[in-house]
Structure formats: structure tokens, C-alpha cells
């Protein structure tokens, strides 16, 4: 199956930094990426979707100057945060889609720590 | 948006088959129903996908009832690591948005 990739796996970084995480599919092209975050013992929340060249589509509630999404490429969409507080400590995920098919492939995670 | 409601938790036997259900009575009738599950700390699964047939593929069956209004993931002969949460996502336009899931463990 197809495969996502996400870097850094894990990160802990100080409060007021900036952090940005990778998201590459590896074997195929994205037409579409997507971007969720969850918290220890809750479901995925869908952050963003982003489109190859174009402004990502944030969710309601989302902040989109403090998460800014990147999608320079068919195979690579980054994720940075910006100016982070230790509530943006989760669990980030990526997915990607593949063309005209509706299935999404996600990554694997980036556990982010805010000291 | 299609809302979903699955129970928080199962237990199963290993070798068992494991039935999950999904109540989802508002779907429309254009919208895909997709099952993923999560491992903990881990990226979700891709299992399977349907809209008005039965499906299965090698991971597992999904049924769906007839009005549409809910499906059965069934994983034939479930084993350890098949613990994992497990949820029933309508796919309402470009998005997936993920309910509560149920937690199945597969007890030994």
C-alpha cells in the first residue's frame, strides 16, 4: 500500500519556538494532504486540508497564523507551528490522498512537547 | 455531516470473530462509509470502504444494512494485534472526520 512518511517522529521543543514537521508520501503523488491533531485519549481533529500550490482550508476553530501549512509539492506538505505554548503539545498526523481515489493513507505521527 | 455512533468499547477472543457496529441513520446517499483503526501512538489504518454492497478484502468484511443507516466491520478470526480503536467514518466531501471509535481488545 501506499506509504506516508512524517519527520520528526517525535520533538520537544521551548515554549515561544517555532516547529515545523514533514509530511512525504513516498511512492506516490498527493493530490491532497490533511492535517490532524489529537490529544491523549481522544479521536483525530481534522486541522487543515491543503492542495498542491494552493492555501490550505483550515477547520473552524483552527488558528491558521499559528499553524502554518506548506504544500510546495506533490510529495511534501510541512506543518509549523509557531510560537508554541505547552497546550499545543499533541499527537500531529498527516495524510495524503491519492489522486481521484477517496482512501487516505496517513503517517505516522509526531508526538510534540511544549516545556 | 453524517454522524456516527459506535460503542466505546469491546472485548473479543482471539480467534473469534469480532463484529463491530456503526449506527450512522443520517448518511446521505453519496456518502462512502470507511472503517480505519489506530494502533496506539500510531498513524490510522486503512481497512475497507463501501457504499451499498457488502464488501471484504483480506483485512476484514463490512456489511451494510439496506436503508444504509448502519454497517458491520467483521474481522473473521481476530488475533492480538488486532487490538486497536476502530472507526466507522462516512466520507462527508474531500474530509474525514473522525468520531469516538470503539476500542476492541482481543483478549488471549
Known amino acids: 500500500g501506499a506509504v506516508v512518511s512524517q519527520h520528526p517522529s517525535w520533538v520537544i521543543c521551548k515554549s515561544g519556538t517555532s516547529v515545523k514537521i514533514e509530511c512525504r508520501s513516498l511512492?506516490?503523488?498527493?493530490?491532497?494532504m490533511f492535517w490532524y491533531r489529537q490529544f491523549p485519549k481522544q479521536s483525530l481533529m481534522l486541522m487543515a486540508t491543503?492542495?498542491?500550490?494552493?492555501?490550505?482550508?483550515?477547520e473552524q476553530g483552527v488558528e491558521k497564523d499559528k499553524f502554518l501549512i506548506n504544500h510546495a509539492s506533490l510529495t511534501l506538505s510541512t506543518l509549523t507551528v509557531t510560537s508554541a505554548h505547552p497546550e499545543d503539545s499533541s499527537f500531529y498526523i498527516c495524510s495524503a490522498r491519492l489522486g481521484g481515489i477517496y482512501e487516505q493513507y496517513f503517517g505516522p505521527g509526531t508526538r510534540l512537547t511544549v516545556t | 455531516d453524517a454522524k456516527t455512533t459506535q460503542p466505546p468499547s469491546m472485548d473479543c477472543a482471539e480467534g473469534r470473530a469480532a463484529n463491530l457496529p456503526c449506527n450512522h441513520s443520517t448518511i446521505s446517499g453519496n456518502e462512502y462509509v470507511y472503517w480505519y483503526r489506530q494502533i496506539h501512538s500510531q498513524g490510522p489504518q486503512y481497512i475497507i470502504h463501501?457504499?451499498?454492497n457488502n464488501e471484504t478484502n483480506e483485512m476484514a468484511s463490512l456489511i451494510i444494512t439496506e436503508d444504509r443507516k448502519s454497517s458491520t466491520l467483521i474481522l473473521p478470526h481476530a488475533t492480538l494485534r488486532d487490538t486497536a480503536v476502530y472507526y466507522c467514518?462516512?466520507?462527508?466531501?474531500?474530509?474525514?472526520?473522525f468520531g469516538t471509535g470503539t476500542s476492541l481488545t482481543v483478549i488471549p
Open positions: 467514518i462516512p466520507l462527508t466531501g474531500n474530509q474525514f472526520y
Open positions: 463501501g457504499l451499498k
Open positions: 491543503s492542495n498542491e500550490g494552493s492555501k490550505a482550508t483550515y
Open positions: 511512492d506516490f503523488q498527493a493530490t491532497t
